[in-house]
């Protein structure tokens, strides 16, 4: 989705060609058609021989860091950029010894989206001046000024309690992403008596599952407070719901998610060593949300009471996340960044 919104933006805005290498098809290609070429490489494994002569472009860009696999179906790369958007649980365990050599010693120049990322691509040796901030965008972004339905009213759409406060996570259903945290949350403020639901949007992914939610939620007393949603593409409906959307990743650079979540005037919780705190800006309760220390649930959980709590900080605190995606991450802000650093290798274009 985020390579699909640059490429959209790039058609709109430069006079580009664009062609989109695929490993593995999807729901997702016809749109990439209609904005260029298409090709398609034997899968995402890499291969003897190159299948793809790649002289004729002036850049490769891979959008991802495993996707460093495509490169041995790449014959004569002029130049190569790597948007980076894993932390060391892909990093390490994702990829094997031949993947992270290409992923770190290859690339003209690799993209971050948050300073834990440049912080993370350093301790594996790779040099500052190879790495570029670019913030990160929406690929598909809210209306300016667009009028948030009432929490109270989408609750109701979706079957939750109408007048219960929702605290809300969400994500692939992975130890990564950790919604168990987020129940445990939940447990720490029912235990502090503070009347509110939690909530989980998003599916499972390949990986192992560890945690069932419902199992989970009726091991901590939740029951009737606690509601996996499935993944939607109207994702905004189920923020709307939302009186706090807090990011429990174990491990995390900057989830659009949260993005979509500041876009909205949700205000957000997180733990201080996620690369989303820089768009919180301080890790107090005057910023555009709260960071408390990782893995303090306690804490996590005492930061959310505080906001539910107090009905004008709530809403200040969102319009201050509202106005820092507006600043610095609305896409023709971002997606000239990163077309800036992309500049050199493109000529004229």
């Not at 759409?157 to 969400?170: F, H, N, S, Y």
């Not at 993944?231 to 706090?244: I, M, N, S």
Request: with cysteine.
């Amino acid at each position: 989705m985020y390579l699909l919104g640059l490429q959209r933006w790039l058609r709109a805005n430069t006079d580009l060609e664009l062609t989109t290498a695929f490993q593995r098809g999807g729901e997702l290609l016809h749109e990439f058609t209609a904005l260029g070429e298409v090709v398609h490489l034997p899968g995402d494994e890499p291969v003897d021989r190159p299948v793809l002569d790649a002289s004729g472009y002036d850049l490769v860009y891979l959008n991802a860091s495993w996707t460093v696999r495509s490169l041995s179906a790449l014959a004569d790369v002029r130049a190569l950029v790597v948007h980076v958007h894993e932390m060391d649980d892909v990093i390490r365990f994702q990829l094997d010894e031949r993947d992270r050599a290409e992923l770190f010693d290859r690339p003209d120049v690799l993209l971050v989206g948050a300073r834990s990322a440049r912080e993370n691509l350093q301790r594996h040796g790779v040099a500052s001046e190879r790495i570029a901030d670019v913030p990160y965008f929406l690929p598909i972004e809210p209306p300016v000024g667009a009028p948030r339905r009432s929490s109270a009213e989408a609750r109701r759409v979706l079957g939750l309690d109408p007048a219960r406060p929702l605290v809300l996570g969400g994500g692939v259903v992975d130890w990564r992403k950790a919604p168990d945290l987020l129940l445990h949350v939940g447990w720490h403020l029912r235990r502090a008596e503070v009347d509110c639901a939690v909530a989980w949007v998003g599916d499972r992914n390949e990986r192992p599952t560890w945690c069932d939610w419902d199992e989970e939620a009726d091991r901590l007393g939740l029951a009737g407070r606690a509601t996996h949603l499935s993944a939607t593409a109207d994702l905004a409906g189920v923020l709307a719901a939302a009186d706090v959307f807090v990011l429990s990743s174990r491990e995390d650079t900057f989830p659009l998610v949260g993005l979509e979540a500041a876009a909205l005037g949700v205000p957000i919780v997180c733990f201080d060593d996620a690369g989303f705190v820089e768009l919180l800006a301080d890790t107090g309760a005057g910023g555009a949300g709260i960071a408390v220390p990782y893995p303090d649930l306690e804490a996590m959980a005492g930061a959310v009471a505080s906001l539910l709590g107090d009905p004008e900080l709530l809403v200040a605190t969102g319009e201050r996340a509202r106005a820092r995606y507006e600043h610095r991450h609305r896409i023709d802000v971002a997606a000239r960044r990163l077309l800036e650093v992309l500049q050199p290798w493109l000529g004229a274009a």
